[in-house]
């Protein structure tokens, strides 16, 4: 089992998962596991780490995306805490900044980044939960596609710009889903 780039550890009234690398189809699924596991159970934010991530892909944040419709539907929150300017530039154009909290500077935990990022790199090693490689061909489409669909529901804009992926990855997950029938 592959381990990600991705650590995590549930504080007493948040969830803080770092990405140490770029955020992208590869550590998404583990993103999504991690994220899902903890909104079972609790209500509390969800801090997404950017800090020393040096971009995300389009799977990565509509991944995001879909994990903030998650939290507001259950009374919680998502926010990124430090995206790089580009990272965030890319956010914001595609209209994640609506429904996720960016670097807020009203966050409780911004007075102890220090001490949350220093109790992960001594507790925590890089999640193995839900990596792309444990993933079947069907799944991985499925997740790509389910990301690409969230963010091409967002806005008209996103809409036109993701329209011709979501439709490529819906052929792919036919193709992928009559192979795995016939074996």
């Not at 903030?68 to 994640?96: H, I, Y």
Request: glycine content about 6%; charged content about 25%.
């Amino acid at each position: 089992m592959t381990t990600t780039n991705l650590t995590h550890h549930h504080f007493e009234n948040f969830l803080w998962i770092r990405c140490s690398g770029r955020g992208s189809f590869v550590n998404s699924p583990a993103l999504k596991t991690i994220a899902d596991k903890y909104l079972e159970s609790n209500c509390g934010t969800i801090v997404i780490d950017l800090e020393i991530c040096p971009g995300v892909d389009s799977t990565f944040m509509g991944t995001l995306a879909g994990l903030a419709r998650k939290a507001m539907a259950v009374g919680s929150t998502l926010q990124v805490a430090s995206p790089t300017q580009r990272t965030r530039a890319a956010m914001e154009s595609l209209g994640l900044d609506m429904i996720i909290d960016l670097d807020p500077a009203d966050a409780p935990w911004q007075a102890k980044l220090d001490e949350i990022r220093a109790t992960l790199a001594q507790a925590h090693a890089p999640s193995n939960e839900g990596t792309v490689e444990d993933l079947s061909e069907v799944e991985r489409t499925r997740h790509v596609l389910e990301a690409h669909n969230t963010l091409r529901s967002m806005n008209k804009k996103n809409d036109e710009t993701f329209g011709y992926v979501c439709e490529t990855l819906e052929e792919d997950l036919q193709r992928h889903e009559s192979e795995e029938n016939n074996k």
